[in-house]
């Protein structure tokens, strides 16, 4: 596609249920990237994928948390057990494989509302 | 761990009037990014700086990245309302790790 989409863009979801969010990068982008953005905070990054290589979790937060990528296609971001604390936008970003001189592409990110 | 200092957090601006925001760090980086984030989108990329010394241009804006490849600033110039939004600074941490400050909240009063 033209651009990196997620999806949904919003969800409300009742504490202590899971939830799954869906990143499509950029076609060609062997990189994806998951951060996380609290309401007036910066991004936190959550996890990178690179290719068929072992994923980049350090910035998960907890076991709740996990994150899948088949080959260079879509990422989808798992959390179980839904805390209010979860409660944040997710955005995924995308780039070509990494080198010095590659940026990053975001997507519009999903809201997450836990209540 | 590594950390960007992002100033002022925000400001409030006339319309016409030039904006300096910058960014600073206590490490060395080789790629610096700045990105503008309007509600309820995703950041998106102004202007990628791969030199120390560095001067880009975009349109409006204009950014450097310092000879000691610890800081970074942003101009824009002769600012008008649709430059409201959050401005982000981005560095390449390693060879793939993106780290971002805390944004720079820009109002541009009509």
């Known amino acids: 596609g033209a651009g990196v989409s997620q999806s949904p863009s919003n969800k409300v979801t009742e504490k202590g249920k899971d939830v799954e969010l869906r990143c499509d990068p950029i076609s060609g982008h062997t990189a994806l990237y998951w951060y996380r953005q609290r309401l007036g905070q910066g991004l936190e990054f959550l996890i990178y994928?690179?290719?068929?290589?072992?994923?980049?979790k350090s910035g998960l937060p907890s076991d709740r948390f996990s994150a899948e990528r088949t080959g260079e296609s879509v990422s989808t971001l798992t959390i179980q057990r839904t805390q209010q604390e979860d409660s944040a936008v997710y955005l995924c970003?995308?780039?070509?494989?990494?080198?010095?001189?590659?940026?990053?592409?975001f997507g519009q990110g999903t809201r997450l509302t836990v209540v | 761990g590594q950390q960007l200092n992002q100033s002022p957090q925000s400001m409030f601006i006339q319309e016409g009037e030039d904006v300096s925001m910058n960014c600073t760090s206590s490490s060395i980086f080789n790629t610096w990014l700045w990105y503008k984030q309007e509600p309820g989108e995703g950041p998106v990329l102004l202007i990628a700086l791969y030199k120390a010394g560095e001067l880009t241009s975009n349109g409006r804006l204009t950014a450097q990245f310092g000879i000691t490849r610890k800081d970074s600033f942003l101009n824009i110039s002769a600012s008008i309302p649709s430059d409201v939004g959050i401005y982000f600074c981005g560095v390449k941490s390693g060879t793939y790790k993106y780290i971002f400050g805390t944004g720079t909240r820009l109002k541009v009063l009509a």
């Open positions: 970003a995308s780039s070509l494989t990494p080198t010095v001189n590659t940026e990053a592409f």
């Open positions: 994928f690179q290719g068929n290589s072992a994923p980049d």
